[in-house]
Structure formats: structure tokens, C-alpha cells
């Protein structure tokens, strides 16, 4: 089956400390890689995508993330971190060989401590 | 421009009511699509309309729910004679080219 992989259900990290947020998917080629962030009440707003070309992509808020097809993960990066970035991270695949639907791995939740 | 948006942003109903949610998708965005948000399951995927294609339904969790499209644009997720398992946060995205999907901020269903 189709899945995707975020191993940790909550991370706290103190502000102005590294990210690193975690994403495995099972199954694909050529798939379609993205985050979102949610945060309370709010909708999904996209991070950052990977469809080809340079594994490490750059995305809003400072984010950054790299694909690794050998190890089939697309984990989230940022150098530092802030308050303001406390919310859910979702990862999700899609693209042609999933019905060009989004199938998203269960969440992380980060804290951030002042 | 204006995003992608959903109405009611809350809503309380009986068990065994219909309910309707309604989605206004992004001007121009051919593609429509419906998830799920909750507790037990995670982010789940519903429907989705792409043009004048037939939809892929394939989501659906039971024959309650159903979901239109009307004039390529607003759609409509009706659930009848809802359950308490169907409190959830509906949301939809809309699509211009298939592969970038934007959300608008859900519906919170409530089934007392």
C-alpha cells in the first residue's frame, strides 16, 4: 500500500536551535514530494515541493528540504528556528502515480521552547 | 487573489442530519478536491473533480456521502444521516495543474 512515514509524532526544540523533521514514503519512481504546514484552525499551507531536478529544495519561511530516492525519504530542515514556527508539519506524496491525489504521512507536531 | 475558500467554518449537527459543506475553489483552478482531517486517520483523501471528467470517488468512506461540482467551480460534500464518526475537519483543495494542490482553512463537523 501507499504510505507515508513521519516517525515523530511530537518534537520540541528550543528557539533559535536546528530542525530536522522526518518523512519516509513507500512507494514510486517519480513521486510528487511536498510539506505542508497547519497551524491551529488553519487550513494547509505548502512549504516547499520536489517533482525532479536538484534534490534539495527551498521553500518558504527558511525552510529547506532534501529527497534521497536511495533511502526514499524527503526529510525538512531549517537552521533556526522560531516561535512563530510551532505548528503541524504534514509530508505528502502525490503526482501521476498516485492518481495525482495527495496521500500525507500522520503529522508532526512541533514545539517550540523559548 | 482570493484563496481557496469553505463554508460554514463550523458546524453542529444531530446525529442522523444531512449536512452540506460547500467549497469555492481558486478562480481558474480546473481541479477540485475533497480530504478528510481526523483524529483516528490522519489527513485522508475523499473525491476529486478534474474538468468535465467523472469523478474519482474512490475516497468516499460509505454510500452517505457525495460530493457535485457545479459549473466547473463551487462544490458541494453532502453527508446523510450523519454519524458521530463523521465529525472530522473537512477540507478542499483546488488544483490548476494537478500537481500543486491549495487547501482553504475546513469545515469543523460536529455530529452530537
Known amino acids: 500500500a501507499q504510505s507515508v512515514t513521519q516517525p515523530d509524532i511530537h518534537i520540541t526544540v528550543s528557539e533559535g536551535a536546528s530542525l530536522e523533521l522526518r518523512c519516509n514514503y513507500s512507494?514510486?519512481?517519480?513521486?510528487?514530494l511536498f510539506w505542508y504546514v497547519q497551524s491551529p484552525g488553519q487550513g494547509l499551507q505548502l512549504l516547499l515541493k520536489?517533482?525532479?531536478?536538484?534534490?534539495l529544495v527551498q521553500g518558504i519561511k527558511g525552510f529547506e528540504a532534501e529527497f534521497k530516492r536511495s533511502q526514499s525519504s524527503f526529510n525538512l530542515r531549517k537552521p533556526s528556528v522560531h516561535w512563530s514556527d510551532a505548528a503541524e508539519y504534514f509530508c505528502?506524496?502525490?503526482?501521476?502515480?498516485?492518481?495525482?491525489?495527495?496521500?500525507f504521512g500522520a503529522g508532526t507536531i512541533l514545539r517550540v521552547k523559548s | 487573489g482570493a484563496g481557496v475558500s469553505q463554508s460554514p467554518s463550523n458546524k453542529v449537527t444531530e446525529k442522523g442530519k444531512d449536512v452540506e459543506l460547500r467549497c469555492d475553489p481558486i478562480?481558474?483552478?480546473?481541479?477540485l478536491y475533497w480530504y478528510r482531517q481526523s483524529l483516528g486517520q490522519g489527513l485522508e483523501f475523499l473525491i476529486y473533480?478534474?474538468?468535465?471528467?467523472?469523478?474519482?470517488k474512490s475516497g468516499l468512506p460509505s454510500d452517505r456521502f457525495s460530493a457535485e461540482r457545479t459549473g466547473g467551480s463551487v462544490s458541494t460534500l453532502t453527508i446523510q444521516r450523519t454519524q458521530q464518526e463523521d465529525s472530522a475537519v473537512y477540507l478542499c483543495?483546488?488544483?490548476?495543474?494537478?500537481?500543486?494542490?491549495?487547501f482553504g482553512a475546513g469545515t469543523r463537523l460536529s455530529v452530537l
Open positions: 483543495a483546488s488544483s490548476w495543474d494537478l500537481n500543486i494542490q491549495y
Open positions: 512507494y514510486g519512481a517519480t513521486p510528487y
Open positions: 520536489y517533482f525532479s531536478g536538484d534534490t
Open positions: 505528502a506524496v502525490g503526482g501521476k502515480e498516485y492518481g495525482n491525489k495527495l496521500v
Open positions: 478562480s481558474g483552478h480546473t481541479a
Open positions: 473533480f478534474q474538468g468535465n471528467s467523472a469523478p474519482d
